[in-house]
């Protein structure tokens, strides 16, 4: 009896924990999904589209919040955020120059908080 009750107690906790990881992943999953559309769009020189997938980024980057997140953290989002929103207004601008800037800019700062938040280097 004890020993189910135990069992049954870890194996809540486990799910506990999983949902909270598959929260985070799924963030960065759409954040990818969107990101992918948006190279996808740009290399088709769909500028609506690329806007369309820009404001969903912003929206889920908002959405997720940066509370209870590292100081690093919050730095490197409040950028990539920033970068994002500038990536939809060249878009919605019809300036595909200064989309393919700013979905570098964009794409770099993924890559730049990975390397020093995800991988806990500050
Ligand atoms: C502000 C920091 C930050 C930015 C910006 C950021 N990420 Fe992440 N990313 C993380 C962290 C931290 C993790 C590890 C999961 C966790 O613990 O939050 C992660 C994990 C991931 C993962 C792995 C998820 C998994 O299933 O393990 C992918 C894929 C990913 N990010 C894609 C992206 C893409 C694409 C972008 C840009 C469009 C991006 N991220 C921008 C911080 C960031």
Not at 39 to 65: I, M, N
Request: charged residues 25%; aromatic residues 8%; neutral net charge.
């Amino acid at each position: 009896m004890k020993r189910s009750i135990l069992f049954i107690s870890l194996m809540t906790l486990l799910a506990g924990v999983t949902l909270l990881v598959a929260q985070q992943n799924d963030l960065m999953e759409k954040k990818t999904l969107h990101a992918e559309k948006i190279f996808r769009a740009l290399a088709l020189g769909d500028l609506a589209q690329v806007s369309t997938e820009a404001d969903a980024l912003e929206k889920v980057t908002v959405d997720a919040g940066f509370a209870n997140r590292s100081e690093s953290y919050q730095e490197y989002g409040k950028e990539f955020l920033k970068v994002v929103r500038a990536l939809k207004k060249e878009a919605s601008n019809g300036n595909s120059a200064g989309s393919y800037y700013q979905f570098s800019r964009m794409s770099g700062l993924c890559f730049t908080c990975h390397e020093h938040v995800r991988d806990n280097k500050d």
